[in-house]
């Protein structure tokens, strides 16, 4: 069964904008878990600018289900990742100044200093996943730094399902298969929606999460949290 994890970054962007603690990003995690989503994910980046290093702390010791922390491994994002002990961390290349994720790690150059972040993970106990591009090589050198899962970078397949959804997907399920090959977690997220998340799952069904934020969140405020989730939910079934 593929999980949904709910990435609550968009709900602390709101809170940023004003100040103060409303909404309430602790108390969004855990409706998350009570409406449904199978795990929750955080994305805080060095400028804070939307989940800060202090919400991951707090949030941590009320999840029920998995969490999810992703970020750029410098030693700030290390030393948070090491004390919090979420079930799982996912490694991503991005800028300090980035405004959202739109690449994954090349794990062939970078693959001694992957392997050497994994390790100290792993040691922790601590599931590893790999953000990278849908590219078979890619998948291979994410197994050969010790990850336990990778996720697909999958903007380039939703900016390209209107057009051709067969085509889109023909690379996600090429690296994917390497993937299943390898004995190597599948995770997938960015762009995912209601209007494309079904066929990814029809043509890849063993991915094991897909963690989804801005598409959720935006579509929540038409829908309602609840809603929202259980419509995700569905897709996945």
Sequence with gaps: MTKLSVNINKVATVRNARGGNNPNVQKVAA??????????????RPDERHIRYQDVIDIRPQIRTEFNIEGNPIEQFVKLVLDVKPTQ?????????QLTSNHGWDT???????????????????????????????????????AHRVELYTEPYASGYP?????????FYDASLAAKELAL??????????????YFHKIIPWTDE?????ALICD?????????????LACLK
């Design 210 to 214: 897909v963690s989804i934020g801005h």
């Design 31 to 44: 409706d998350c878990e009570l409406f449904g989503a199978e795990g929750i994910t955080v994305h805080p």
């Design 108 to 146: 062939i150059a970078h693959k001694e200093f992957l392997t050497d972040v994994v390790g100290r993970f792993n040691e922790a106990g601590i599931r590893t996943s790999i953000f990278v591009d849908a590219d078979e090589e890619m998948v291979r050198g994410a197994h050969l730094c010790g």
């Design 185 to 198: 977690g599948l995770n997938a997220g960015h762009d995912l929606s209601l209007e494309n998340l079904s």
């Design 220 to 232: 929540s405020l038409y829908m309602g949290l609840h809603s929202a989730i259980q419509a995700y």
């Design 163 to 171: 057009q051709n959804r067969e085509e889109a997907i023909k690379p």
């Design 89 to 97: 961390v996912t490694l991503v290349p991005d800028a300090d100044d």
